[in-house]
Nanobody, 128 residues
Framework: QVQLVESGGGLVQAGGSLRLSCVAS??????????LGWFRQAPGKEREFVSG????????NYADSVRGRFTITGDNAKNTLYLQMNSLKPEDTAEYYC???????????????????WGQGTQVTVSS
């Protein structure tokens, strides 16, 4: 069982920054075997991929809409995943979710259906 708990969301003006955190825990498996990702969902829209990082932290990828503004990192000692969000735009407003996927390879999936473990979400609102 993998548990994910997000935090760090809030209200920020356009151009501002936020850092999201996701604390991951697993009772019976090693978290180092999981790829971790951030997704978001705005009202009336489908859940979309934001960023993902491989299980060893060696590789990451980003949605085109956030590349260059967002940075995903992980702290294995704290079992925590981060998403640093800079130059925020009103269109970044959404509920942000942390997700985990067991993987034996290096491919980081952007398909939310490939991730069986999800956090409860944290709301990010960017005002114009």
């Amino acid at each position: 069982q993998v548990q994910l708990v997000e935090s760090g969301g809030g209200l920020v003006q356009a151009g501002g920054s936020l850092r999201l955190s996701c604390v991951a825990s697993a009772r019976t498996v090693r978290l180092s075997l999981f790829h971790l990702g951030w997704f978001r969902q705005a009202p009336g829209k489908e859940r979309e991929f934001v960023s993902g990082i491989s299980r060893n932290g060696d590789s990451s990828n980003y949605a085109d809409s956030v590349r260059g503004r967002f940075t995903i990192t992980g702290d294995n000692a704290k079992n925590t995943l981060y998403l640093q969000m800079n130059s925020l735009k009103p269109e970044d407003t959404a509920e942000y979710y942390c997700a985990a996927r067991f993987s034996t390879g290096d491919f980081i999936s952007s398909n939310p259906n490939d991730y069986p473990h999800w956090g409860q979400g944290t709301q990010v609102t960017v005002s114009s």
